[in-house]
Nanobody
Framework: QVQLVESGGGLVQAGGSLRLSCAAS????????MGWFRQAPGKEREFVAY????????KFADSVKGRFGISRDNAKNTVYLQMNSLRPEDTAVYYC?????????????????WGQGTQVTVSS
């Protein structure tokens, strides 16, 4: 089992940057692919970014492509989401999640473990 704790959210002006972190417990972090999702008020949870177990493969939602980056440090059991050129529409609660599925996964149902979320608010 994996426990996930996100941090790094906050309030930022449009055009600014934030880096989210997700710390995982346990010694099997490197056996999980990791994803970031977000959920805005009144909207469904949506996929943001994916990174494979080794970090060699990534995938992004079209809405964040070119602005967001995802990386992981398996020695530190941590995955990161670097968010640049933030827009008000990026405002949401951001969740990290872990999946033991070996192919690229972008749907929430394919992730077995979830963090509690961290709020990101982008002001215009």
């Amino acid at each position: 089992q994996v426990q996930l704790v996100e941090s790094g959210g906050g309030l930022v002006q449009a055009g600014g940057s934030l880096r989210l972190s997700c710390a995982a417990s346990g010694r099997t972090f490197s056996s999980y692919a990791m994803g970031w999702f977000r959920q805005a008020p009144g909207k469904e949870r949506e996929f943001v970014a994916y990174i494979s177990r080794s970090g060699g493969s990534t995938k992004f939602a079209d809405s964040v492509k070119g602005r967001f980056g995802i990386s992981r440090d398996n020695a530190k059991n941590t995955v990161y989401l670097q968010m640049n050129s933030l827009r008000p529409e990026d405002t949401a609660v951001y969740y990290c999640a872990a999946s033991n599925i070996l192919v690229v996964v972008t749907t929430a149902g394919q992730y077995a473990y979830w963090g509690q979320g961290t709020q990101v608010t982008v002001s215009s």
